[in-house]
T-cell receptor, first 118, second 111 residues
Framework: GAVVSQHPSWVICKSGTSVKIECRSL??????MFWYRQFPKQSLMLMATSNEGSKATYEQGVEKDKFLINHASLTLSTLTVTSAHPEDSSFYIC??????????????FGPGTRLTVL | QKEVEQNSGPLSVPEGAIASLNCTYS??????FFWYRQYSGKSPELIMFIYSNGDKEDGRFTAQLNKASQYVSLLIRDSQPSDSATYLC???????????FGAGTRLFVKA
C-alpha cells in the first residue's frame, strides 16, 4: 500500500511563532500533495494543492503568505504556519496522489498533525 | 448546491445490521468515486473506490454507483461497533485531479 507520514504528529506553540509540518510519501513518488485543515466536528477543508517543483495553488480564502507550502521533491512537502495564532489551532492533514501510479487518482492520507497555539 | 452531498447523520444501526450510507454529486461527468472512513481524531483512510456503474464488493463493504442518478452509496453488512466512524464520500469531477469531499456521515453501531 501507499504510506504517507507526517511530522510532527502534534505540536504546541506560542502565539506569533512559526510551525513547520512535513509530509512524506514513503513508498511512492507523489507528484501532487494536498493540504487540508479540519476543525473539530467539521469536514475536511482543502487549503492548497502542491505539485513538485511548482508553486502551490491555494483555495479561496486561504492566505498564501501565512500558510507557506513547499514541494521540493517527489516525496516531501512542507506546510509552514507563519505567525501562528490561537485561531490557527486545528488538525492539519496532508495527502499524496500519484496519477501515474493508479488511474483512479485516489489520495493517500498522512496521519495528521494537531496544532495547538497558545 | 454543494458538489458532494451527504446526510450528516448520525446514522445509528444495531450490531449485525446493514448500514446504508448515501451520497449525491453534482458533476454529471465525474469519473472516480471514493469512500473514506475517519475515526475521531484520526485522518481519513480509503475503504473503496468505484468508477463503473453497478456494485463493487470488498468483504463486508459494497459500493454502488448510479451515474444516471448521480448517486453513490456504501453498504456495510454485519455492522460492528468498530465500524462507528464518519464516512466521507469523495468524487473527482470531470477533467480534474482535485478530490471533492462530502461533509461526511457519522455512523454509530450499537452493541
Amino acid at each position: 500500500g501507499a504510506v504517507v507520514s507526517q511530522h510532527p504528529s502534534w505540536v504546541i506553540c506560542k502565539s506569533g511563532t512559526s510551525v513547520k509540518i512535513e509530509c512524506r510519501s514513503l513508498d511512492f513518488q507523489a507528484t501532487t500533495m494536498f493540504w487540508y485543515r479540519q476543525f473539530p466536528k467539521q469536514s475536511l477543508m482543502l487549503m492548497a494543492t502542491s505539485n513538485e517543483g511548482s508553486k502551490a495553488t491555494y483555495e479561496q480564502g486561504v492566505e498564501k503568505d501565512k500558510f507557506l507550502i513547499n514541494h521540493a521533491s517527489l516525496t516531501l512537502s512542507t506546510l509552514t504556519v507563519t505567525s501562528a495564532h490561537p485561531e490557527d489551532s486545528s488538525f492539519y492533514i496532508c495527502s499524496a496522489s500519484s496519477p501515474g501510479r493508479n488511474r483512479n487518482n485516489e489520495q493517500f492520507f498522512g496521519p495528521g498533525t494537531r496544532l495547538t497555539v497558545l | 448546491q454543494k458538489e458532494v452531498e451527504q446526510n450528516s447523520g448520525p446514522l445509528s444501526v444495531p450490531e449485525g445490521a446493514i448500514a446504508s450510507l448515501n451520497c449525491t454529486y453534482s458533476d454529471r461527468g465525474s469519473q472516480s468515486f471514493f469512500w473514506y472512513r475517519q475515526y475521531s481524531g484520526k485522518s481519513p483512510e480509503l475503504i473503496m473506490f468505484i468508477y463503473s456503474n453497478g456494485d463493487k464488493e470488498d468483504g463486508r463493504f459494497t459500493a454502488q454507483l448510479n451515474k444516471a442518478s448521480q448517486y453513490v452509496s456504501l453498504l456495510i453488512r454485519d455492522s460492528q461497533p468498530s465500524d462507528s466512524a464518519t464516512y466521507l464520500c469523495a468524487v473527482i469531477p470531470t477533467g480534474g485531479f482535485k478530490t471533492i469531499f462530502g461533509a461526511g456521515t457519522r455512523l454509530f453501531v450499537k452493541a
